[in-house]
T-cell receptor
């Protein structure tokens, strides 16, 4: 079973709008990562946030982490058509293992 | 600097057959993980290799096995293929020094089992 659950499953917005995706997980984590995947190809790492961090920024991306609620959000500001992709959150547990668990993803469609 | 490469790109097999998928990690990376991604789902962790040993395994049957070579490249073998093994198989590499952090993914091998 997958630990991360993204919400919404799909999102359609206009170019220039902001896109917010949420992720919930079940067990304690070492870190949480967000990845992007274009059309069933390989995943691209976007950003990593550690369990002792609350917010990180990278370009047009902003990620928040609330460990008390076991949730994270990814905000993409001023979206572009090229942002159209699937976005996955992935968690690494804090038990010393190496298994990264991915959610089912949010499909984002940005209309030009 | 080449990224993670995988071969073949696509593969069609029939039930009961065996398949071998190959992965070359990004230069400087010594850890390789394999994932299975069914259509419309997120990747599921199969196993991770480091120093030619399987370091951790996900919830996959013994039909799934792997190998890592001294040059850090890796193979994923699947025996007795089932229809449900049809998926995109992703290889990811990372440098051990980065701990358990970001991974660099290859483009994947799409396996179809008929």
């Amino acid at each position: 079973s997958q630990q991360g659950e993204e919400d919404p499953q799909a999102l359609s917005i206009q170019e220039g709008e902001n896109a917010t995706m949420n992720c919930s997980y079940k067990t304690s984590i070492n870190n949480l990562q967000w990845y992007r995947q274009n059309s069933g190809r390989g995943l691209v790492h976007l950003i990593l946030i550690r369990s002792n961090e609350r917010e990180k920024h990278s370009g047009r991306l902003r990620v928040t982490l609330d460990t008390s609620k076991k949730s994270s959000s990814l905000l993409i500001t001023a979206s572009r058509a090229a942002d159209t992709a699937s976005y996955f959150c992935a968690t690494l547990g804090n038990t010393g293992g190496f298994k990264t668990i991915f959610g089912a993803g949010t499909r984002l469609f940005v209309k030009a | 600097d080449a990224g993670v490469t995988q071969s073949p790109t696509h593969l069609i097999k029939t039930r009961g057959q065996q398949v071998t998928l190959r992965c070359s990690p990004k230069s400087g990376h010594d850890t390789v993980s394999w994932y299975q991604q069914a259509l419309g789902q997120g990747p599921q962790f199969i196993f991770q290799y480091y120093e030619e040993e399987e370091r951790q395994r996900g919830n996959f049957p013994d039909r799934f096995s792997g190998h890592q070579f001294p040059n850090y490249s890796s193979e994923l073998n699947v025996n007795a293929l089932l229809l449900g093994d049809s998926a995109l198989y992703l290889c990811a590499s990372s440098p051990y020094s980065s701990g358990r952090n970001e991974q660099f993914f290859g483009p994947g091998t799409r396996l179809t089992v008929l």
